[in-house]
């Protein structure tokens, strides 16, 4: 007994919200029963706005209660009938055996409402059926009685027969029932609203439609029409309306979500200047979305403001978002930050968390800071790999006036501190740096570098220490310095060539005139069981096909062989650079002339310069417009 009488005021105090609200609108109306205001035009008819007293008509079944009576008594029942209510849902469900009361509960009050709908829509039919007068309060009335129950249909159809019968609506029932359409996110009866609103005559001033615009952007931002809310926000600045922070929250995060950070921060940064306050959800959905899009101001914001203002804990996918941030943008003091926050938490730190912070100080030249975070790293057991190093190669790419100047100041400062931090000398760091180098286009000085550097800090080279030459070699084809390098690891180092820099060296020599020896390298890859892979075996293709060589057919046979996919392109290449039939023959007659066969480049030369016969002279001007 005692748990039912529990669960009955329980079902009372969810069955009578929003009782002190009727009971202030049935006040005002007896109010307005005793009072007599003046005469106004309306629809050229003389008519009294609430000067009438209340209806006289009376419901013989509900025992002479006036309409707003009636209203009263459908929307606030009597605690008789919640306790009769409650211990019916009570005993069915202790009956059905029937273990979750409270969702059973829900379900009566749902049903209670659904009911009290369908009395107030038909008491609102039978007295519109009797051709009853009714009065503004008892308009008011039906409008409170269908907010109450949440129905924004009835809502409308009583402002509407209110406006229509002589009795304008004010201001703040436009407003109610535009709240509750917001809620209902209904946009369609927002818009119908505002054509009411224009029939009642009512003044196109911000202070009368502000409740339109607001109602109207929270309705589409929270069904996700976010360039339409955008829209509508814009509307309301041009108007001079100032939106409040749950209207800008859903444009904020609107535009966050479709990736419109600039434009979020832009609305936020200007929100924040008029001093508006905004709740943590909406820097915390756009922390989100700055982390996903990579933006660092943005972010940075967001982040301040959490941490700052409602010391509000991050989550560790927004901490890494933002260490990614922070690594791209040089901005050391967030990935320290972020670094702190997340050990505080006892979050366990990985490699690639302290990376984060390695690179953010590459990127702003912090060399000396880099290298204590480096070394630190690294007697925790990370930063070993030269994949932790590709940022140091990324900082000292530079322009090739600067390349050498910084290299050598980088290489200084790590001289420097080899005495007090020994760990971060190693082959890696030196091999990343002169990567660096080579990436600058300075070639030769890269190679020099090579020797000096690791014989000054008496550290061996591998295989890996010639690669970044030996790159910069096959973009500009220069064949001498990858020569001079590969001699340098077979015979100085005596070192076993990898499958990269038989590559790259296939790659170099295909870029001459004479390409005869990338297929010793290739033969010999193929000798110690190394697959090329397939850019080597497509730069081949194309380089044969150019002077119809038909070891283009056999590499693409390679291919097929090895499973590698050949572009309808790649096997076109031949015959699209082939076309000329008589391209064997000028080849065989060029040769007669002591000129390398196949150089599009010398053949292009001005024969009256050069003294010499051209392939140009022999095919036409033409002949090598593909």
């Known amino acids: 007994m005692h748990k039912a ?38 629809n050229s008819q003389q008519v009294r706005r609430y000067a009438a007293p209340l209806t006289d008509y009376h419901d013989e079944g509900q025992g002479g209660l006036t309409i707003p009576e009636q209203i009263q008594q459908i929307v606030n029942p009597s605690n008789s009938e919640r306790i009769r209510l409650a211990l019916d849902v009570t005993q069915s ?50 409008i409170d009685g269908y907010h109450f129950v949440q129905s924004v249909e009835g809502c409308l159809r009583a402002l509407r027969d209110m406006n229509k019968h002589g009795f304008p609506p004010s201001i703040s029932q436009y407003t109610m029932v535009l709240k509750l359409a917001a809620n209902k996110h209904r946009v369609t009866t927002i818009y119908l609203i505002a ?20 109602s109207l952007l929270l309705c589409l931002g929270k069904t996700g029409q976010i360039e339409n809310s955008y829209a509508v926000y814009l509307e309301m600045i041009e108007r001079g309306i100032v939106p409040g922070s749950e209207e800008i929250h859903y444009v904020i995060t609107g535009l966050a979500t479709i990736g419109e950070i600039d434009l979020a921060l832009q609305i936020l940064r200007e929100s924040l200047g008029r001093s508006v306050a905004f709740n943590q959800k909406t820097y915390m959905h756009t922390l989100a979305n700055a982390g996903f899009y990579m933006h660092h101001e943005a972010y940075k914001l967001c982040y301040d403001q959490l941490t700052t203002v409602f010391g509000a804990q991050i989550t560790a996918g927004d901490c890494e978002a933002g260490l990614s941030i922070a ?144 790159k910069a070699c096959a973009e500009s084809g220069n064949k001498t310095i990858a020569e001079r390098m590969l001699t340098m690891l077979l015979d100085t180092d ?44 497509a730069h081949i293709v194309r380089r044969c096909a150019k002077v119809r060589d038909p070891r283009a057919q056999t590499a693409l046979g390679e291919m097929r062989s090895l499973g590698y996919v050949v572009t309808p392109a790649l096997e076109s290449y031949a015959s699209t650079y082939g076309r000329n039939p008589r391209y064997a023959e000028a080849v065989s007659e060029f040769e007669r ?31 090598f417009k593909i």
């Open 5 to 42: 009488t529990v669960l009955t005021r329980h079902l009372a105090a969810v069955s009578t919200r929003n009782v002190a609200r009727s009971t202030v609108s049935l006040a005002k109306a007896a109010t307005l029963r005793r009072t007599s205001l003046p005469v106004v035009q309306h």
């Open 93 to 142: 469900a202790y009956v059905q055996k029937k273990k979750d009361l409270g969702y059973e509960l829900d379900n009566a009050v749902k049903a209670r409402e659904n009911e009290t709908h369908d009395k107030l829509d038909g008491l609102y039919d039978k007295v519109r059926k009797k051709d009853v007068a009714l009065t503004g309060a008892d308009y008011e009335a039906f």
């Open 195 to 214: 054509q009411e609103m224009q029939l009642a005559g009512i003044e196109d001033t911000k202070e009368n439609y502000a409740p339109f615009f607001s």
């Open 327 to 470: 690594a791209r943008n040089g901005d050391s003091t967030l990935a320290a930050d972020i670094l702190q926050r997340l050990d505080t938490a006892g979050y366990p730190l990985q490699e690639f968390h302290f990376e984060a912070l390695f690179d953010a100080l590459l990127f702003c030249k912090k060399w000396d800071l880099a290298f204590k975070v480096l070394d630190n790293m690294r007697q925790a057991g990370y930063g070993k790999s030269s994949k932790s190093l590709r940022t140091l190669t990324r900082a000292l790419t530079t322009t090739r006036d600067e390349a050498e100047e910084l290299a050598e100041e980088v290489f200084t400062r790590l001289v420097n501190s080899q005495k007090t931090m020994p760990d971060v000398v190693d082959t890696n760091v030196l091999n990343a740096m002169v990567s660096g180098l080579a990436s600058s286009k300075c070639v030769e000085a890269a190679a020099s570098c090579v020797v000096s550097w690791f014989n000054r800090l008496g550290i061996s080279r591998d295989a890996d220490s010639y690669v970044g030459v030996l």
């Open 494 to 537: 005596g070192l076993e060539p990898t499958k990269e820099v038989y590559e790259l060296m296939i790659h170099t020599v295909l870029n001459q005139i004479n390409y005869e020896d990338a297929f010793v390298y290739l033969d010999t890859m193929k000798a110690q069981d190394m697959v090329p892979e397939w850019s080597t075996y």
């Open 593 to 623: 002339f002591g000129t390398a066969a196949g150089s599009e480049g010398s053949a292009k030369k001005d024969s009256k310069d050069s003294g010499r016969i051209t392939l140009e002279d022999i095919l036409g001007a033409d002949a």
